[in-house]
């Protein structure tokens, strides 16, 4: 299943602002980091939570934040072309 282009944007910008996430070992998701930048994201995070842990599912359990980030810019610039990596690094 194709992982949407805009929950692998919000994934990078979340990355990007310092926040970490992962699944448990429940499957729920997790994110870790800089309290601020987790409640500033928290509403965007729920709203898109099934979105979120289906690309943590995705990723080969070996690998870790970086897979997902590779993942993440990998399908934003094949699906939507440079410039919207760009926008999702520029937040």
Known sequence: MAIDPHTMALI??????????????????????????????????????PEIIEALRAQP??????????LADACLTRLRGPQIREAANDR
Do not use: C, F, H, Q
């Not at 359990?61 to 590779?70: C, F, I, N």
């Open 12 to 49: 990078r910008a979340v990355a990007n602002d310092g926040i970490k996430l992962a699944l448990s070992d429940a499957g729920k998701l997790r994110a870790t980091g800089n309290r601020a930048a987790i409640d500033r994201w928290l509403p965007r995070l729920r709203e898109a939570k």
């Open 61 to 70: 359990a070996s690998k870790g934040k970086e897979t997902l980030m590779e």
